[in-house]
């Protein structure tokens, strides 16, 4: 049984030959500054809802904010960042790590601030989930961020993303969900109805986004439907009979594939290894 996540299906439909490097080979290339200011934006979010579901029936939206301060947001922020950040090979030093942790705190606060108030009562965070589809001897694994209870019981599946620029569509108020966001929304969608019964009534994308003084945020309707599970459905297997097949064909025409952005671009292309 082979267990997928949406970040490998992710890794495979940029380049199936990274996905071996990194899942059959199990080579681990450092995390970007991205990756380590996202995770650090993702922890006072998560730390908001996850207090907020431990106030169990007292919470109220005056609650939920007392119990998580965006002074602390900053600094929970700060000391994800800190975490995380010893282990990016960072190129210009101090500048650009400071840049990072700035903007991070600047976005974990602005989730807090201005996201997170916007929220209904939570009643799922970072809530692991699988699903097993019949007939196929593979599973699919993920984590939900958070799914919030709004007025009339509406039920919002919601997933947060940071961004150094904001995201297309922002000036004009009409965001465009990316199909990767969509995919990923379609997962959780799917995952919350095998272990509830039901689907979420909305699903969500809670943007933040920070450039070198600016800091903004947006909530965009994602609307995933059937259609996009299907797809994802497709995706996988066909993800899947090449993984058994043994098959992880390069993809040099990835934006990805240079030495900036590809960890294994050394071994791969510039010295042909095979995986
Ligand atoms: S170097 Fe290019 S072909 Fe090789 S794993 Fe990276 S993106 Fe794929």
Redesign the pocket.
Known sequence: MRHYSPSQLKTWL??P??WA?RYVRGVITPPGAALVVGKAVHVPAETYHKRGMDLGTEWSPDAAAAAMPVEEAADVAADAFERGAGDVPWETEDEKRDAAKDRAVRMGSRYVSHVAPTTGRPIAVERKSELHPAGRDWTLVGYLDAVTEEAGGKVVLRDTKSSGKAPSGASGGNIVVPNDYRRQLAAYRWMWREGTGDNPDATVIDYVWAGKRDTNSATAPADVNDDDETLLFSLLDGMHLMVKAGLFP???D?W??NAKW?G??DR??KRLEDV
Do not use: D, H, V
Request: proline fraction near 6%; hydrophobic fraction near 30%; charged fraction near 20%.
């Open positions: 940029k380049c030959r990274a490097w390069r993809n040099p990835s990805a594939c590809c294994y671009w791969c292309i």
